[in-house]
Every structure is written in C-alpha cells, then in structure tokens.
C-alpha cells in the first residue's frame, strides 16, 4: 500500500472552503485514494475516494492531480461539526486501510 | 438499517487476563475488519474476516486472534494480556471488498483498560 503524506494540522474558519491536500507519490495504478475522518472519541467515517477522476458528494470533492501523486480534499462550506482529524489512504485491493497520523483540521468561528 | 455494533463498549481488565470483543455488521456486509487506536500509534490494522476466513493480518503478536461466524459475527481474543494492550478496538464493516466500492463502516469501539 503506497505511503501517504498529510500535513498536521490546519484551520479553516466557519462557512469557508476547507481545502485539505494529500501527497501520494508512490501509488500505484489500481490503487484508489480514501478519504475517512474521525470525529472525537467516534469512529472513523468515510467521506469520499476516487480513482483519477474528480468526484462530489453530498459531504466533498476531490480533486486528484493528473498524475495521481497528490489530490485534495475540499469541504465547501465547513461548520465546526467538521472539526475531526482527516485521513487519506490509498487503498488496493482488500479492506485492509493503513491510517497515518491524519490532518487535525479546526473549523472555528 | 443497524450500524455496526460493538460489545461491550467499556472494559477494565488486569495484567494477565484474557478478553474478548464482539462486533456485529450491518446485515448483508460479510467483511469484517479490527483496528486498534492508541494515542502513540494510531489507528493500526489488526485482521480481517471474509465468510469466516481470515484474508489480512497485521503485525501484531499471536496473543491477538479473532473469528467470524457464518452470520458475519465477529469476535476478537486478545490473551495474557500486557498494559500496552490498552486501546480503543475498532470493528468495521463492509459489502464489498475491491477498492473501486469500498466504504468501510466503522463502529463505536470498545474501550479497553489493562490496569
């Protein structure tokens, strides 16, 4: 499973984009990239993943760099609900999710 | 439809016991896969089950074990138990398993406490 690379932490204040990136430099090419995050004491939440395409849902958008070796996690509109730590993983085949550190992201108001 | 339920939530044992933890998924979802979280590692992947088989290992020492029954019912075993064994076990489950489709649903976690 590549390795993948997330800043500490990051604040973002309430109602603005939230705009988390993620170095994957060594992912290879079936795997996907994941996006959970963990809200205090809860457990891990998926949010989002992609392949090499952009991709919405309801909760984000990720954008991923035509050569998959980065890609960024946007939150459009963050409430302090979102304060969590983010994790983003790149995934092959298997359920088996290595979690780095994550980003420790702080919505404030 | 029921999330994925973990039992008990809480427990206190001492150096030396043995434990075991249960993981019920949501009803249809056949992988079931453990992670322990501790403050100085993290989240680390412990094993997973696929109807009832084992298909992924971490590194973690023999004292952990687990099984899955034909209800997709989990249970994880950790024996002799050491202080570091402390941690949050987190259960998750899914419906498929290949990662174009993979959304893992994780459970509450049950506390673990070795005093």
């Known amino acids: 499973d590549a390795k993948t690379t997330q800043p500490t932490s990051m604040d973002c204040a309430e109602g603005r984009a939230a705009n988390l990136p993620c170095n994957h430099s060594t992912i290879s090419g079936n795997e996907y990239v994941y996006w959970y995050r963990q809200i205090h004491s809860q457990g891990p939440q998926y949010i989002i993943h992609?392949?090499?395409n952009n991709e919405t849902n309801e909760m984000a958008s990720l954008i991923i760099t035509e050569d998959r070796k980065s890609s960024t996690l946007i939150l459009p509109h963050a409430t302090l609900r979102d304060t969590a730590v983010y994790y983003c993983?790149?995934?092959?085949?298997?359920?088996?999710?290595?979690f780095g550190a994550g980003t420790i992201l702080r919505v404030k108001s | 439809k029921a999330g994925v339920t973990q039992t008990p939530r809480y427990l206190i044992k001492t150096r030396g016991q043995q434990v075991t933890l249960s993981c019920s998924p949501i009803?249809?979802?056949?992988?079931v896969s453990w992670y322990q979280q501790t403050p100085g590692q993290g989240l680390q992947f412990l094993f997973e089950?696929?109807?009832?088989?084992?298909?992924n290992k971490g590194n973690f020492p023999g004292r952990f074990s687990g099984r899955q029954f034909s209800n997709s019912r989990s249970e994880m075993n950790v024996s002799t138990l050491e202080l570091g064994d402390s941690a949050l076990y987190l259960c998750?489950?899914?419906?498929?398993?290949?990662?174009?489709?993979?959304?893992?649903?994780f459970g509450p976690g049950t506390r673990l406490t070795v005093l």
């Open positions: 009803s249809g979802h056949r992988s």
């Open positions: 998750a489950s899914s419906l498929r398993t290949d990662p174009s489709y993979n959304e893992q649903f």
């Open positions: 992609g392949l090499k």
């Open positions: 089950y696929f109807s009832e088989t084992q298909r």
């Open positions: 993983i790149a995934l092959g085949y298997g359920n088996k999710l290595v």
